[in-house]
């Protein structure tokens, strides 16, 4: 349905305001993705609505990947909160189009406390019944599998580490201010900005040294690329997110259309 | 069923009381949004009952919109309590006419905590099991999602979020106490008042300025403005409404009859 | 079921004091209706039994109604706390028979708290799924919707009004026993009084006078009225009461035969 | 299937300990239904197992009764208990045979509490959903109905009504034991004592003078009698029983064999 | 399917430390059932396996019964946890084989409180919905029967009876140490005590004495006892077990083999 | 799925990160459960993928076991501990790959405390329904089992527990870090290490006395050994673990690809 309807929604135009808080917004996730040692590389940044998506920031790891440590966690949710932290700061003022964000963040601070065992103050061991496999019969059991005591320090845990990664992407988006207002100017024009383009921009180079005036016209996304990403977002309806993903692939700005 | 009996209804006579109230409460909307710069434009403002709808009031943005702002949300929110204030203003009574725009506002204001992470005190986060895809086995897994406590200060910035909408409407129309009155006895003599006559009305101007003579006669409401607003309004049978409609489309003066 | 077995109850007798003790409550509702202002005038008082209700007060309101206010609210569920409030004061016992008058008090206090937004202090915002559509997945949802603290406030705020609503009618009758009396006697003799001859009564005229000697028989209930009622009955039940009606149409004391 | 296996039973043989017990248990329950004012009129009372009963106490009104009075409900528990208060008051021990007692007593005060508005320290309002129509969707709903303080308070009047109800039962035991001792050695010896025969016994008649020499020839009890009991008896699969009959008809002693 | 299973495991060697656990564990029912007056007679002790069971006692009441009382109850309760009782004495170190009585103890103690009213603190009343008939609908109703505060009182009544059993079984085996130790050795060798041997042996004995040289082969468990057992033990996959029974039939020591 | 899927992922390669890390989290294991006197002994260590696990310790019981001790659940948990406790150790980071270890852990302290009385602080009772047979109606009843203050101390009783395991695991590491990482190179080079070829090591023989010249190529790991762990691991999906086997069978370290 979202798909069939897809074509219909791009012939809609953005608002100039509404493109202007995208590109704050993706380049929020960029930068603190790519200043954060554990985040997956930053491979493109983007405008260009797809689906509910009004701008994407793709990040690709650089090999393949087992394990997951709480490093890379934090890093990957402090970046997957740059977003809603360049909007912040630079409008200060939230739009609703951090939400996918927020479930983000949510499910891997929830799975860090509740599956990983990474919080010291609960300890290494899980709570609540697991939820993979929703039909077979146990999970219509109601009975509770922990006291409200214990509901109240995971709850704590988890604000503890949202906030501390919304902090780490808030302070990350300070210091580097000038760069995000260039960036974004930068990426209105240009609507997309691949890895190496935005890495040099982010090193201090002129726009005419990184855009050579023959390759000037924009490219538009390559099919392959976008279907790479797109392949990762396809594991996103999967019941219970693995959480290494959890910022990887594509962080999307989302629209509130249906 | 609602449909079949809607005829029968019209055949009903409102007492002059319930117009009366009916026109005040439409002009609370009315007023409040359109002296809150971030809710959408006045439409129309009528007292021709429409199916369970005694009264309405159609907002419309002026472009597309796919994200919206925190203000935009309360500034809504006050004008879908701008009816409710109204009938306290001016008749020192409430009545079960509000309900439906109570539900409004407390599912933006639910969704402003819980879906968008927009109350500074719970943080960057969302709360509870998103309710979009009830019939997919998650949804039976009634495991709480977080504790009593964090149940507690969700219910508390609830409150406050909806009661300073309230406050907000409240405040608007002490102020404009004198439209208020102009313009609902306008309002109960020609029953629907466009756009461009509320602004010219709210400004100052006479109704016979306003209205001149030739074109008197009331005009019935266009079936096209009508199909407009009810397309709107078809949207909300979705489970999860879309806040940025909370308030858009028509805010209603609802009947208690079935 | 119900209506089959009826006839065969009919044959039974009730006890001298339970026709007295109907009498007093039929007649509680009568007063209370009659004096507070926001309550529907009453049509007729009845110690006749239909079904399982051994009386009834019928109330009807003197227009079509499309909006209740909160003084209306309060003065019906007074008049429906009538009956055990007349229990208390004449026989200081109370019996089975009110418990559908607690019923219908409890939904309509509920309602103004949760679904009309008419407690000052909980604010107007709506409480709890709305459980219009049972079945429409969303309801098997049992995540709660506020937290013990709200339920604790909503609690204290359902207990206040019903406790206004009871003493307000404690009140009314405790000032017009002697008229409560005498009704009653009249009512044991003639099993049913019309409007205008209640209204008379009320006034201190005789019997004698009210009732002239040609029209001594009594009437039997005419079936319009019955109808009338009846259809009115008939919509109880609706999973939802309407608030508006929750002291309307016929106020019962209910025998606890099945 | 408990039909069937009846005949089976009845070939075991109870044990002298086991009719002493039931004796007394069931003279309990005649003693303080005959002694209390408000409870039905004692029919019968035996020590014949019928069914998993091991003995009964029948009650019948002394006329239709389509109302019932808090002061019946106090009575007909404090009856109804009467069969425990014995077993402590003269074996200063407790047995499994009076859960079905304690489960209709159990009823009896939640309905007033919660159905009747029988406690005044929580008011004249309904608690909790009506259970009668338990498939109508409604049912499913989970959402709690009133918070966990009023629960507390609901518990709280009905251990104190059940408390009262209780120690109104012993102490009429204790001042009545002689005669409890003198009619249970009777009781274990005729097996039945009819409705008169337990008046004169307990008004002090010898068993020589109510028994006179030519009846002496226990008579088996009449299929009439037994019918009407089970007849009453049959009302106990319905869902939600009528409080007008938790302690009337038969209160049996219950085995604990399946 | 466990039944198929069986004689694969029978197979199986048991180790010399588990045939010594569990003979202690069977002696600690044995002796305890014994020497509490309220306690069914013990009938046998076994350390042969019987399906999952590692070993058994079979106790049998002397005669039918039909009524339990509370003192019965709380002395099956402790002979039920000797098992467990008689491991902590001699091992200082406890094991996994004592679930089942632990179930049963939990069933009987909860039963006692919530079904049967013999704890006085909490009275003389039944708690939560019958679990008897769990597809009549009133299952799914999921209201809280009681408050949370009344909850804490159950557990704090059951954890009281569990314990004052528990300590019970302790002293006792205490005391009797001696004799625990010297038929544990010679139930290790015999492998099958009956009732007038075990009695024999309890009361100082000496197994010459009990066990004439002619008789030494082991004889069988016969197929009719171990029927009879067996049948009594049918009764466990009943939905609510009878209270009367718990201890009774055979106290087994559980394999945690499935 | 997963076994189809099993292929194509290992062709995919572990970076050598996660081969060290693997390594050490095995050998974790390993040298916790051979410490401990009531572990069962370690068979095999390999940081060979199978499916889902990175590598993998096989420790198998020296007899047939029908009872488990506390002894025996708690060395257990040390030893399942052991690959978390020697990431902490090595890295000062965790990783994602011991969620399986922590449900392990988890369900078995749950089990001591719930199912097998091994709290002194909660006693010998249990708690929670049985979720053995999820489909008999029974299950679908939501009445908690016991209070909130009970469900506090059965999670204070399970922190204890897990954090003492977690402890006993981190204290051995500590004290035999110099094995730990000796024998974790040994692991990278070979992959896989036998029972008797871990027992040499860790009692300080070196690689060439261990691994002579001319068995140096690295075996397969054999089918039947693999065979037989994996038979072990077919327990995993029943639905209740048997805590005997917590730890037993293999110790994985799992990948968080799905």
Chains 1, 2, 3, 4, 5, 6 share one sequence.
Do not use: C
């Not at 003022?93 to 990983?116: C, P, W």
């Not at 146990?138 to 922990?146: A, G, K, L, V, W």
């Not at 974004?184 to 190496?196: G, K, N, P, V, W």
């Amino acid at each position: 349905m979202r798909v069939i309807a897809g074509p219909e929604k791009k012939s809609r135009v953005m608002s100039e305001k509404e493109r202007l808080v995208t590109a704050y917004h993706e380049l929020g996730h960029a930068i603190v993705g790519h200043l954060l040692p554990n985040a997956d590389p930053v491979h493109k940044v983007s405008i260009i609505s797809r689906g509910q998506a009004l701008g994407y920031t793709i990040s690709l790891p650089t090999e393949d990947k087992f394990l997951t440590t709480r490093a890379e966690l934090n890093d990957t949710m402090a970046m997957t909160l740059g977003g809603r932290a360049a909007e912040e700061l630079i409008f200060e003022e939230i739009t609703t189009g951090a939400s996918n964000d927020l479930e983000k963040v949510t499910e891997t601070a929830k799975q860090m406390v509740m599956r990983f065992g990474m919080s010291e103050r609960l300890g290494p061991r899980v709570f609540g019944h697991d939820r993979g496999q929703p039909f077979l019969g146990r999970e219509f059991n109601s009975e509770p599998d922990y006291s409200d005591e214990v509901a109240r320090e995971i709850d704590d845990e988890i604000r503890r580490i949202v906030e501390e990664a919304h902090q780490t992407a808030a302070k990350i988006l300070k210091e580097k201010k000038g760069e995000l207002d260039t960036i974004s100017q930068i990426l209105l024009e240009r609507e997309t900005i691949e890895a190496d383009e935005f890495v040099a921009l982010l090193d201090g180079k002129s726009p005419e040294e990184v855009f050579p005036p023959d390759e000037e016209e924009t490219e538009e996304p390559s099919e392959a690329a976008a279907e790479k990403g797109s392949a990762r977002e396809g594991a996103r309806p999967r019941v219970q997110p693995k959480p290494g993903l959890a910022g990887g692939g594509a962080a999307e700005m989302r629209s509130d259309e249906p």
